[in-house]
């Protein structure tokens, strides 16, 4: 069944007309995330060639998408909007709230029996306001939107940082903070920097060990993870047209690992079977009749260098097997003997304790039957697993049908453990250990997208390396890091050498795809008798009460945390056990930045109180700083804010007293949450006054009065001998993001505006 199919008919009604208006401003061809930009213009009516990096620009996304755990504080927010339904098609997943543990029946009756009081929460907040609901246990939220949301050709919004994962159907799908959702709930335009183009082109053919798993993880080896922040990345050429819907998806999907506003590829005959097999042929058929406005300009793709930011060419016959990681997802290493040196130089463990197969990254019908090959082999050879496996299935759909064809079989005969249809151990919720802080060190294998220290397990010596499904599975039966399925041998139960042969696998289940359930609850038509209930005694749940503004005058602030080296969303606000409070701000707020890394003394949660000159933790030490009248700053490095889009990261500090947030340089999302939540964002003019910084330091601004548009800010440092530096602070507000600052948050805008 095709959703919203009035909605998608009119997208491509328009897109024509759009299109070519947009080649006549711009005044050349046109690459295909420019079609869906300029044909997504919040005014239609523009005349102007917008420029890349620069111009802020409104656009009208056709949908949003929310997972459990950032629609708790999204929808708090929007019932204080002041609408009675939401303005655009939107859905709720659970997917983050359940835990894998002893597998899929179990795990998710607990998470039922735990977290019933918010999943009755979203439940009802989406029936009132118009909402589709998906129960636990449907799926993960991308691989579900994928299968029933996602179309050639549309834009998207998704507070899910892998929101991008859509890009895998031809859109362009961006991840955002809660607040941002909220303005295109409450029908008002979403702001965006217009983005820079990355153009990736593929020639070759995918073949043998290597996955569409290995293309993402070489252009992050290219890019790094701050590579491609601020851009839209474009997949094309016959490389491109030769993947699976499914496989571009997983290409998409760790965009976010790079930086990417998002990734996309052209509309192809991959994208139309995946369309048709997913009961969508109504969609398939209505974009076949505009599809040469549903991938790049020939133009383009003939000579990418001029109308590209950069480019970038992988040849995939040239392409193996690669495993990337531990700690950071650009770290890249191929298989085999450019491993073993590298884990010995390193002192990486070599014996790999788990294989975990799934998350929105890897868990559609094609990964886990390529897997399944492997994992079928291992019978046929005698081999033994020498490490655990866990699959997580992407939806219901998917494991239905693959438990329908004896793919989840053959990984239960290796004694695998099938985790419910949820994000479990990618985004920090497996319960693996009763004390994670002192677990040992150990190395793990996973098709996931993250591998930030403490991000699936909580052990801080958990060593995580990415790789595709097939590769996980052949990894975790040898139970060896350093192991190259093309050419090693292993010993089965009766003393035999036996080698893997190349994994086989289906773009799409031969029989079709089934479901009985598939955990959808569409919302009542009038959802004004629905009552939503708060209880004012809850811990997970807490109504919110608006920001006051932080004004123009920010004089006597004290240093928070000087944050070391790395600092993502999951060190400012953890995930894992601290999910069950994303709903409560004051409750989550116990973990703001204790997972960052103090430069003075180089530890975490551990900051010095200038009140009393004792040293505690981050969120006790702000609230000391909140009860005394004090505002604090906090100071970062490179990439802050990187990773999931999480706006409790931008929240959190907000809550606690936090005025402002000065680094080298943000992450996307991150510096868009902490505008939206009424904060300064702002980077060192010259970075090395980075180094300035002291513990002890009091903070001036000297003129936020004069706080505007591409005009620079002024910081005096105050030093505890006496001594002062005047230091240069950039920003990227515009006019109507100064509103917001001066406001409290961008919520309360709207509120004001819906009340005149």
């Known amino acids: ?190 702001e965006l920097k217009f983005p820079k183009l990355i153009g990736v082109k593929l020639i070759g053919k995918l073949s043998g060990w290597t996955a569409p798993k290995d293309v993402i993880l070489k252009v992050a080896e290219i890019l790094t993870v701050k590579g491609g922040t601020g851009a839209i990345v474009e997949y094309f050429g016959p490389g491109a047209t030769s993947m699976s819907c499914t496989g571009k998806g997983t290409i998409c999907n760790m965009g976010a690992e790079i930086g990417a506003t998002t990734s996309t590829f052209g509309y192809d005959d991959s994208m139309e079977r995946y369309l048709r097999a997913t009961d969508r042929a109504e969609v398939a058929d209505a974009a076949n009749k505009v599809k040469e406005h549903l991938t790049g300009d020939p133009e383009v793709y003939a000579n990418p260098e001029n109308y590209f930011d950069q480019v970038i060419e992988i040849n995939l016959s040239e392409l193996g097997p690669l495993l990337n990681g531990p700690f950071t997802p650009d770290l890249s290493t191929a298989v085999g003997s450019a491993m073993t040196e590298k884990a010995k130089a390193n002192d990486w463990p070599i014996q790999v304790e788990w294989g975990l197969i799934g998350s929105c990254t890897n868990s559609s019908y094609e990964d886990l039957s390529r897997a399944s090959s492997i994992a079928q082999q291992a019978l046929d050879k005698g081999l033994k697993m020498k490490a655990e496996l866990g699959i997580n299935p992407g939806s219901e759909q998917v494991r239905y049908t693959a438990d329908r064809d004896g793919i989840l079989g053959i990984f239960e005969k290796l004694d695998a453990k099938i985790f419910t249809n949820a994000c479990g151990p990618c985004i920090g919720q497996w319960a693996r250990y009763s004390d994670p802080k002192n677990a040992p060190k150990n190395s793990i294998v996973h098709s996931f997208n993250r591998n930030f220290a403490k991000r699936a397990d909580g052990n801080p010596n958990t060593h995580a390396f990415v790789a595709s499904p097939e590769l996980t599975a052949a990894i975790a039966v040898a139970g060896r890091l350093d192991f190259n399925p093309l050419t090693d041998k292993l010993i089965n139960e009766n003393g035999e050498e036996v080698m893997f042969d190349e994994p086989t696998g289906w773009e799409l289940p031969p029989k079709g795809f089934d479901v009985k359930d598939n955990g959808y609850l569409a919302p009542v038509e009038d959802g004004s008798g629905v009552e939503v209930k708060v209880s004012p005694t809850s811990e997970r749940l807490q109504l919110l009460t608006p920001f006051e503004p932080i004004g123009n005058e920010i004089k006597g602030a004290k240093l928070l945390i000087k944050a070391f080296g790395k600092c993502t969303t999951d060190h400012i606000s953890m995930a894992g056990p601290w999910l069950r409070y994303r709903g409560h701000l004051d409750n989550i707020s116990n973990n703001c930045l204790i997972g960052a890394v103090n430069a003075f003394g180089k530890k975490t949660n551990f900051v010095k109180n200038q009140l009393t000159g004792e040293f505690g933790g981050v969120p006790d030490t702000a609230r000391a700083y909140k009860a005394a009248g004090v505002p604090t700053i906090v100071v970062g490095d490179h990439n802050y804010g990187e990773g999931s889009s999480r706006e409790h990261a931008a929240m959190e500090p907000r809550h606690l007293g936090v005025c402002a947030v000065i680094v080298k340089s943000f992450a996307r999302i991150h510096e868009t949450n902490l505008k939206k939540q009424g904060m300064l964002g702002l980077t060192f003019a010259n970075e090395n006054d980075y180094d300035l910084i002291q513990e002890d330091d009091t903070f001036d601004f000297t003129d936020l009065d004069q706080f505007a548009a591409g005009k620079q800010l002024t910081l005096e440092i105050v030093h505890a001998d006496g001594s002062k530096d005047n230091v240069m602070l950039n920003h990227t507000y515009n006019d109507s993001q100064i509103e917001w600052f001066k406001e409290g948050s961008a919520l309360n805008l709207i509120k004001k505006q819906n009340n005149q």
């Open 1 to 190: 069944m095709a959703f919203d199919i009035d909605m998608i008919k009119k997208v491509y009604d328009q897109v024509a007309d759009r299109v070519n208006t947009a080649r006549e401003v711009t005044g050349k061809p046109l690459t295909l995330a420019e079609k869906i930009l300029y044909s997504h213009l919040w005014d239609v009516k523009t005349e102007k060639a917008f420029v890349r990096g620069k111009d802020y620009v409104d656009f009208a996304p056709d949908r949003i998408a929310c997972q459990d755990a950032t629609a708790q504080m999204a929808l708090l927010q929007f019932m204080q909007a002041g609408k009675t339904k939401v303005a655009v098609p939107t859905t709720v997943h659970c997917d983050h709230l359940i835990q894998a543990k002893e597998g899929a029946v179990k795990d998710l009756k607990n998470a039922n029996d735990i977290s019933s009081e918010v999943f009755n929460f979203l439940e009802s907040v989406s029936d009132k306001y118009g909402i589709g609901f998906w129960k636990p246990g449907a799926g993960i939220i991308h691989q579900v939107v994928l299968e029933n949301y996602a179309f050639p050709g549309g834009m998207m919004i998704g507070t899910d940082s892998h929101t991008v994962n859509a890009g895998g159907l031809g859109m362009v799908a961006i991840g955002v903070g809660g607040a941002d959702a909220v303005d295109v709930m409450a029908g008002m335009a979403w």
